[in-house]
């Protein structure tokens, strides 16, 4: 049985089009500083009618086998996590296997604990590897989700679209996965939640944040638990980066002030020497690696692993045998504590990670256009039979999702 595990590739695949957040607060009638301070947001991914959970995951699958030279037929278990499906029954995973060639034996399903499900994908999958059910096969996780909470609603600044893929193997050559640490937390709680009727997700905004953080201290205390009392192995001072769930950026900084706080055991005040410590922290530890964020916006289950290949592209040598933090969070809530180390040589992958190219080639949306776009979704899949043009969304070539006939829906291959 394997005793290593952990990501073996990774890559991102998001919308082509996007809206800047200054033109948007301009629109709101809001202060630009409060959406690009405030909430720490650049831009904002818009997936138009032919872009969606299935078309972003697959396209984001398709990479990250070919970026890491992973053949099809190595897959034995395919896991979509996401909250954002297309269907009350039938998993996005299967959708995605078909497009991706993946082998019958394949096993396939989807999870959803809203942004948490990829998580709990990607350590179920771990586990398949190491109880040995795996047989030298490899388990592909991909999180892909759209964040939608309305036009001029007070969440608009933190929708956003994306998939992030990932390859989990027992040689991983990104990060290994730590057994020994790794907190849970689980309570029903009403801070965020899509009813089936519901496009849009309602959220209760500030009692979220106040989740959040409950699970991030939640979790920390049940990892000390279960490393016999001590949080030696994965005190700040030793970690090299710290990766949260990140709704918006400046959720990040919240996160990693309670983190410090939790481990400190006492309340911290920001303008301390305390404070200036986590601020420091925060700099090195947390801020570089929120770029990619900052210009996706909300990816929902996929927002934590954005960071990571964030810092994965920036990676170099002396990073090698680091340990990071992975806190994923998802409302209603569920939540997990992890701890990884970066791979020996996982610095010669910076190149083959970096979505950077696919974000500059996006196109700028004005916000008319983009609320245009938004209407449209709405209408998107209500009219059974009729075919939906990518090219009227400024779309060519590759896979787009081209409207249901017969209520099936159809993908363009
Ligand atoms: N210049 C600079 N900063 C400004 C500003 C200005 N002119 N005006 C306001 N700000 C700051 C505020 O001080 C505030 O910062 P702090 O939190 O540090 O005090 C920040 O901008 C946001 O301002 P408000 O709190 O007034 O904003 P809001 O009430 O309009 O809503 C929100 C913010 C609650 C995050 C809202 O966007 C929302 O409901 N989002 C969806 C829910 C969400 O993302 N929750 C996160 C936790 S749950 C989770 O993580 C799961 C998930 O993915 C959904």
Not at 1 to 29: K, N, Q, W
Not at 115 to 132: E, N, P
Not at 161 to 181: C, N, Q
Not at 270 to 277: I, K, L, Q, T, Y
């Amino acid at each position: 049985r394997p005793t290593s595990v952990g990501i073996d590739a990774m890559a991102f695949h998001g919308p082509e089009c996007y809206v800047d957040m200054e033109d948007l607060a301009e629109a709101r009638g809001v202060a630009p500083a409060k959406f690009t301070q405030g909430i720490g947001q650049r831009q904002m991914a818009v997936v138009t009618p032919c872009e969606d959970t299935v078309t972003m995951a697959a396209q984001a699958g398709r990479r990250a086998l070919q970026a890491f030279d992973i053949d099809p037929d190595e897959i034995g278990t395919l896991i979509v996590g996401t909250e954002t499906g297309v269907d009350h029954s039938k998993p996005v995973a299967v959708y995605v296997h078909e497009l991706l060639g993946l082998p019958t034996s394949c096993r396939t399903f989807e999870t959803k604990h809203a942004c948490y499900g990829a998580m709990a994908g990607l350590t179920s999958a771990a586990d398949w590897i190491q109880a040995g059910r795996a047989r030298g096969r490899k388990a592909l996780i991909i999180a892909s989700d759209i964040a939608r909470y309305g036009l001029g609603t007070p969440g608009e600044p933190t929708q956003g679209a994306g998939a992030v893929a990932m390859v989990v193997s027992p040689d991983p050559r990104l990060i290994t996965f730590d057994p020994e640490i790794e907190g849970d937390y689980t309570r029903q709680v009403m801070d965020f939640w899509r009813p089936l009727y519901s496009k849009y997700a309602f959220a209760d905004g500030h009692y979220s944040i106040d989740c959040y953080l409950d699970a991030l201290e939640s979790c920390w205390h049940d990892a000390v638990g279960k490393a016999g009392g001590s949080h030696e192995a994965f005190a700040l001072s030793v970690l090299d980066a710290c990766f949260y769930h990140v709704p918006f950026t400046r959720m990040a900084k919240k996160a990693h002030h309670r983190h410090w706080e939790t481990e400190l055991g006492r309340a911290i005040e920001r303008d301390s020497e305390d404070g200036a410590r986590v601020e420091d922290s925060y700099r090195q530890r947390v801020e570089p690696w929120l770029s990619l964020n900052a210009d996706v916006g909300n990816i929902y289950t996929g927002s934590l692993f954005l960071c990571l290949i964030d810092y994965l592209r920036q990676a170099t040598s002396e990073r090698e045998g680091r340990p990071i933090s992975l806190f994923s969070y998802g409302s209603g809530c569920g939540a997990a504590l992890s701890i990884a180390r970066v791979s020996e040589g996982a610095a010669r992958f910076h190149r083959a990670i970096d979505p950077g190219g696919q974000l500059a080639a996006r196109r700028r949306l004005n916000v008319e256009e983009y609320e245009e776009i938004f209407r449209a979704c709405e209408e998107s899949d209500r009219n059974d039979g009729e075919r939906i043009d990518p090219a009227r969304w400024g779309l060519t070539g590759g896979l787009h999702y081209v409207g249901t006939a017969d209520h099936r829906r159809r993908y363009t291959k």
